[in-house]
């Protein structure tokens, strides 16, 4: 987990404690994944090789996936909205 996206989980922990439980859910998905890349669409543009694992309406995972000595490394970058993805609602 990068230290930026800590940062980020304290503060949903802060101000959006109903977004907990799915971001808990989320992150256990894509630790216990065979296939973690399989659970985000794969992003193009600014966010290129990025993935987005939905947790509602509104909010996101950012993640990127890579294989190292045969297994999965998904790298957690950041909570956000679903504007801050994509840039619109």
Known sequence: MSPHFKDLLKKKKKNQKYLLDRIESALNDLRESPMPESLGPLKSGPLKGTRAYKLNDSSRIL?????????????L?????HKNVYGRD
């Open 77 to 81: 970058l950041r909570i956000c909205d």
């Open 63 to 75: 993640y990127s996936v890579e294989r190292r000595n045969g297994e999965w490394i998904v790298n």
